[in-house]
């Protein structure tokens, strides 16, 4: 049943539903047959009904390489009065981004307050703060003679860089130093620990939600420049 279902053969199907057992929280006891249970779990939502996944469960198999997941049937949740907590861009870049545009379940933290008090990683310390952080001096204020700033880097294009790609973790800061100096770049990252996706796109920038097992989404020699975690 869960080659069928999940799309995988049948070793890979074995192992990613072992490793969905591993990170959900849904009782077995009566076998498998309960991840497809309706309303509870990506793989069994109704046919155009809002999906009541566990976002937690999507990221962890994305990150255990269980990809492609199966094709969503439903409708995922939306935050509705999202719009009106938004800012103009570009005003949008640089202004502290609204608790009330992020649908916040299935994450410990409830808030970007709550998350800039936490490490999620190297890449991501006080990264939600955009007024009072260290976000608007990253890229271009060294911490130290091995750094490269993004002025630096450009230098080396002589002038022919036009498209980016920024692969890791972070709040999409590299993508708006860069676009201050009229470069496109795309955002690439998992919601680890906190929505980094709909941070970066609140701030009028643009993400892609892929994992580091995925070919680079561009046709080959479309992009001038790739930049990523530490």
Not at 109 to 126: A, Q
Request: hydrophobic residues 40%.
């Amino acid at each position: 049943m869960g080659g069928q279902i999940l799309g995988y053969n049948s070793l890979d199907s074995r192992i990613c539903l072992l490793l969905l057992i591993i990170v959900s929280d849904v009782d077995y006891s009566n076998g498998p047959v309960l991840l497809f249970h309706p309303q509870r779990h990506l793989f069994g939502c109704a046919l155009q009904h809002q999906a009541h996944h566990h976002l937690l469960v999507i990221e962890k198999l994305i990150q255990k390489q269980c990809e492609p997941l199966p094709r969503r049937r439903s409708f995922a949740k939306s935050v509705s009065s999202k719009v009106k907590f938004l800012h103009p861009f570009p005003v949008s870049l640089w202004k502290p981004v609204s608790n009330k545009t992020v649908n916040w379940n299935g994450f410990n933290c409830k808030s970007f307050e709550c998350l800039n008090g936490r490490k999620l990683n190297r890449d991501c310390v006080h990264c939600f703060d955009l007024v009072n952080g260290y976000e608007n001096q990253r890229f271009v204020k060294s911490n130290s003679k091995n750094d490269f700033l993004v002025d630096d880097v450009l230098q080396l294009g002589n002038g022919g860089i036009r498209i980016g790609f920024n692969i890791g973790i972070g709040s999409g800061s590299f993508a708006e130093v860069m676009s201050e100096r009229n470069i496109t770049v795309i955002t690439s990252t998992l919601n680890v620990n906190g929505p980094l996706n709909e941070f970066i796109a609140a701030r009028g920038l643009f993400p892609v939600y892929l994992s580091l097992d995925h070919r680079f989404p561009f046709v080959q020699s479309s992009i001038q420049l790739s930049n990523s975690k530490k």
